[in-house]
T-cell receptor, first 116, second 113 residues
Framework: NAGVTQTPKFRVLKTGQSMTLLCAQD?????MYWYRQDPGMGLRLIHY???????AKGEVPDGYNVSRLKKQNFLLGLESAAPSQTSVYFC???????????????FGPGTRLTVL | GDSVTQMEGPVTLSEEAFLTINCTYT??????LFWYVQYPGEGLQLLLK?????DKGSNKGFEATYRKETTSFHLEKGSVQVSDSAVYFC????????????FGTGTRLLVSP
């Protein structure tokens, strides 16, 4: 049982390049999330999904797109990377409504992205 | 809007010292409260949680009590170890159609031998 995994672990991009971050979970969770972590700002929600085939915007969605074609995978795309997107990206998953308001989110190890 | 305020870090302690990390919150309704911990190079892990007023969450020697009257959820540990060095995040969960977690900015704890 691997939990939540993320690939890649590190990436350096040039401004304007595109890339996709992959998140996979093997816990059969309904909900999945993408966060970014910046110094002094905690974690901010980029996009989330409440089930296969669904996605929704979080607090800071601009410049990102997501897809959830399979229940276990949640992809985060950057179409045209900008230096402001330099950050550490975390994926998380949870049971969702079945977990109620005590639902625990399980986090992946993160992807450190640098945009030059 | 909903928010969480944590004390600024880093908090530097010697091994076996008493730890308090303050956390206060603003929320509509009755949120659940969480402490997550992030060890160096890793993702966040749930440390403890509480779902209603006066509940006490506890795990690995850490405790926090949900105080509705002071809107606080302070993290405490009686005797810290070097292995407790990490970043600690206070968070609240509200039901806005899905369970949204709102995080504080995190407090770094450094424990020296």
């Amino acid at each position: 049982n691997a939990g939540v995994t993320q690939t890649p672990k590190f990436r350096v991009l040039k401004t304007g390049q595109s890339m996709t971050l992959l998140c996979a979970q093997d816990m059969n969770h309904e909900y999945m999330y993408w966060y970014r972590q910046d110094p002094g700002m905690g974690l901010r929600l980029i996009h989330y999904s409440v089930g296969e085939g669904t996605t929704a915007k979080g607090e800071v969605p601009d410049g990102y797109n997501v897809s959830r074609l399979k229940k276990q995978n949640f992809l985060l795309g950057l179409e045209s990377a900008a230096p402001s997107q330099t950050s550490v990206y975390f994926c998380a998953s949870s049971y969702g409504l079945a977990g109620g308001l005590t639902d625990t989110q399980y986090f992946g190890p993160g992807t450190r992205l640098t945009v030059l | 809007g909903d928010s969480v305020t944590q004390m600024e870090g880093p908090v530097t302690l010697s091994e076996e010292a008493f730890l308090t990390i303050n956390c206060t919150y603003t929320a509509t309704g009755y949120p659940s409260l969480f402490w997550y911990v992030q060890y160096p190079g890793e993702g966040l892990q749930l440390l403890l949680k509480a779902t209603k007023a006066d509940d006490k969450g506890s795990n690995k020697g850490f405790e926090a009590t949900y105080r509705k009257e002071t809107t606080s959820f302070h993290l405490e540990k009686g005797s810290v170890q070097v292995s407790d060095s990490a970043v600690y995040f206070c968070a609240l969960m509200v039901n806005t159609g899905f369970q949204k977690l709102v995080f504080g900015t995190g407090t770094r704890l450094l424990v020296s031998p």
